[in-house]
């Protein structure tokens, strides 16, 4: 009897460990799900149009392991970071493929089906709220990750600057 506690209690704290290092290890959940998405674009892009900036959409949600990791990676990049930051406003967009609803319709017919591409994918919108990219971020992969010349160069071709001729 004496062995079989020590085994669930050894059981028990390997478990508790385990979590603890994953819950470490998980990129953080960047997608509010408790916000109207169409809502959340429409205060984007007052916002870029008050800041001279272009909007950008990362549509996904907290339940796909590769829109969190692309969130991480470009809050751990520095230069991306500041990219984003001097050009965007850029907003985690909540969306759940099988839970979509009328409201996740209504998004994704106004993001001309982005989903198509997987997720995550980002939607770049001008000032005026028009669709003037959507990107696969698949092709920004690279192993487990992503690229980080594929993902600035992306970021910097999207810029007001870069796309403005005038």
Not at 85 to 112: C, D, S, T, W
Request: hydrophobic share 40%; glycine share 6%.
């Amino acid at each position: 009897m004496k062995k079989i506690l020590t085994i669930v209690v050894l059981a028990a704290a390997l478990f508790s460990m385990a979590v603890n290092a994953q819950e470490q290890t998980a990129p953080k959940k960047v997608y509010n799900e408790q916000i109207n998405p169409l809502e959340q674009i429409d205060h984007a892009i007052a916002q870029a149009q008050a800041e001279g900036k272009f909007v950008i959409c990362q549509v996904g949600g907290n339940w796909c392991p590769w829109c969190l990791r692309f969130a991480d990676f470009i809050t751990n990049d520095s230069t991306i970071n500041s990219v984003i930051e001097q050009n965007f406003v850029y907003i985690h967009v909540n969306y759940h493929p099988r839970k979509a609803g009328e409201v996740g319709k209504a998004l994704m017919k106004r993001l001309n089906n982005a989903g198509r591409f997987g997720f995550p994918v980002l939607v770049v919108l001008d000032e005026q709220g028009q669709i003037i990219h959507i990107q696969d971020s698949g092709l920004l992969e690279e192993d487990k990750s992503y690229n980080q010349k594929k993902v600035l160069n992306f970021f910097q071709n999207w810029t007001p600057k870069a796309v403005k001729t005038e």
